[in-house]
């Protein structure tokens, strides 16, 4: 019975280091939940194995269900999987080793180990707690720090599951003056100690990950503003060019009038007249001049990457919409189109923009897009490889629509290998 109960507390404990592990180093294949409960059922699994106390059995099996759960829940190789189970059967063996040292030598004179289920349930939780701070350390290590935690912050977590560790082997010094029911109260604590461990370093690890999302945010924030002010520059190029072919007119007089009579005159005149050659062709599509412009200068750039831009457009407006706003929805949905199509065979973004029952507004890009995105949590995620690069133009939109009631809706089609993007915007919110 004491042997039960020990041996199902160790294995608790290390299904719930596997789960923190491999949530926090690796994506999961469907959703975290279907992940955490196939790793629960292949834990129980072990547990039951582990009853008939045959070490190379359970060895061999603790590896295997690794590798199993790994490799078919989570995103990665099978060469990776088997990797990453080994690692952490060797941190575990490892662990055992270290806490049997604290066990051996501290309870050699009443045989606690063998007789006391509070020695045997320390003597777990404290291998556990090992195993745990040698993952931790793994896991940092095998990390890029420039993306990542920085050392002064994992030093200082570091203190913590020490600390418990150094609590718990005390506790083992202490084990031939106490009573049993002083044993199980320390073993609860010990037990206490690694579960806080783990929700410690999973808080850090979710702050980090905040921590950076509002960083790329801010990012993304900042590049919608400078294209927003590149959109006003263009505005403000169409309104001197409507000034000079307003005032041409006059110009031509005053030089027909010198021309003739006073040549050197008419030359400094000319001169004098401040004319670009640089282009701005904006096609008024809405009554939004932000959103003329920038669509207009996103055909420069479809037309120059061989993408066929088509744009269809009913009588809507966009007046009640900032438009930092505008810039912020159509810019990422069209630069994640542009990039899409770029790659595909061909080449072609349709732009839709309409009024459901007068009720809504509806924006729908349709993009070629050959290679399917990664689809989690219901969402389609960026093809991007690099991991700052992971959708956050999404979010950012996504953002900007709470501010309207918006909704938006991504589906890919695999037989057209179409990525279709709608917007819904409530007109009136």
Known sequence: ???????????????????????????????????????????????????????????????????????????????????????????????????????????????????????????????????????????????????????????????????????????????????????LMFALIAIFGVISNVIVYWMYDKTLIYQKEIRELQEQQFKDNMELMYCNMLEDKLDQAKIMRHDFREHLKILEAYIGSDSESALKYLKSIEISNESVNVINYTSSKVFNIMLSEKQKVCINKGILLKIQIAEVSLGFMEDIDIVSIFSNLLNNAIESSAKSEKKLINITLYKMNNSFLVIKIDNSCDMKPIQENGFYKTTKTSDQEHGIGLKSIVKTLKNYNGDLRLEYNDERRIFSAMIMIPLIY
């Open 1 to 183: 019975m004491t042997n039960g109960i020990n041996l199902f507390v160790a294995i608790a404990l290390s299904y719930i280091i596997f789960i923190f592990y491999t949530n926090s180093t690796m994506k999961s294949r469907r959703n975290y939940l279907t992940s955490n409960m196939c790793a629960l059922l292949g834990y129980g699994v072990i547990y039951i194995v582990s009853l008939y106390n045959i070490p190379m059995i359970n060895i061999f099996l603790s590896v295997a269900v690794n590798i199993a759960i790994i490799y078919l829940c989570f995103r990665t190789t099978f060469k990776n999987a088997v990797i990453q189970s080994l690692i952490l059967t060797a941190i575990m063996m490892i662990s055992e080793g270290i806490a049997a040292m604290f066990t051996d030598i501290n309870s050699e004179i009443n045989g606690l180990a063998e007789k006391s289920l509070g020695a045997k349930l320390v003597h777990g939780v404290l291998s556990r707690l090992i195993y745990f701070t040698g993952t931790v350390i793994f896991k940092f290590v095998s990390k890029d720090k420039s993306k990542h935690e920085i050392y002064s912050g994992f030093l200082s977590l570091l203190v913590i599951p020490v600390f418990t560790i150094l609590f718990s082997a005390g506790i083992m010094s202490i084990f031939d003056i106490i009573n049993e029911k002083q044993r």
